[in-house]
């Protein structure tokens, strides 16, 4: 039987917690998105105690480096898409977020089973950082206040995540020997 650590136990848990922020954002009442806020951002901060204690305890798995990755993009995808149900974000920009996420991800097993590591870049963990902030801000979005930081948030974190994308795809062509070209 597959013994977790702590680090991977509270990554777990936050893919629990995904659930009841999809549960409290469909209901969609105040106080319903005022849970599913508290949720999220428990949720979020899970994203930093995990691998903070992972590295600091020297815990870090093969498990916890798959997971987490697994557990951020879940955690995110699944509140932005009931966010565009509840018309409080453009389909279109989730859609662009979407597309970098599979792009970096397939790009990431292309590196892996050429034996090549890319490492996260400084703009993937601010992508995560304006995703969170623009989440929270357009889950409680009831005043204008509100709403134009999240706007402006997740525009932010939509660039973001294109700069992130280039970012990979600029590390991987610059480890690319180039013999293996031929290969792919």
């Known amino acids: 039987m597959l013994e977790l650590n702590l680090p991977n136990k509270i990554t777990l848990f936050r893919i629990f917690l995904i659930p009841l922020v999809l549960v409290f954002l469909i209901t969609a009442s105040f106080w319903s998105c005022m849970a599913a806020a508290v949720v999220?951002?428990?949720?979020?901060?899970?994203?930093w105690l995990d691998g903070h204690m992972a590295r600091v305890t020297s815990?870090?798995?093969?498990?916890?480096k798959l997971l987490d990755p697994v557990a951020d993009k879940l955690l995110?995808?699944?509140?932005?898409?009931p966010l565009v149900e509840l018309d409080r974000v453009s389909a279109w920009i989730v859609v662009v977020i979407l597309g970098r996420e599979f792009a970096v991800s397939g790009l990431r097993?292309?590196?892996?089973?050429?034996?090549?590591?890319i490492a996260s870049g400084a703009?993937?963990?601010?992508?995560?950082?304006?995703?969170?902030?623009?989440?929270?801000?357009?889950?409680?979005?009831?005043?204008?206040?509100f709403h134009f930081i999240g706007?402006?948030?997740?525009?932010?974190?939509?660039g973001l995540a294109i700069i992130s994308a280039v970012d990979y795809f600029a590390q991987f062509w610059n480890k690319l020997d180039p013999e293996k070209l031929n290969e792919m």
């Open 109 to 117: 097993m292309i590196a892996s089973a050429q034996g090549i590591h």
């Open 76 to 81: 995110v995808l699944a509140a932005l898409v």
């Open 59 to 64: 815990q870090v798995t093969l498990l916890g």
């Open 40 to 47: 999220f951002g428990l949720a979020a901060a899970t994203d």
């Open 151 to 158: 706007q402006i948030a997740i525009l932010t974190a939509m």
């Open 123 to 145: 703009s993937g963990k601010y992508k995560m950082g304006a995703e969170i902030t623009a989440i929270l801000f357009l889950i409680l979005d009831f005043n204008a206040l």
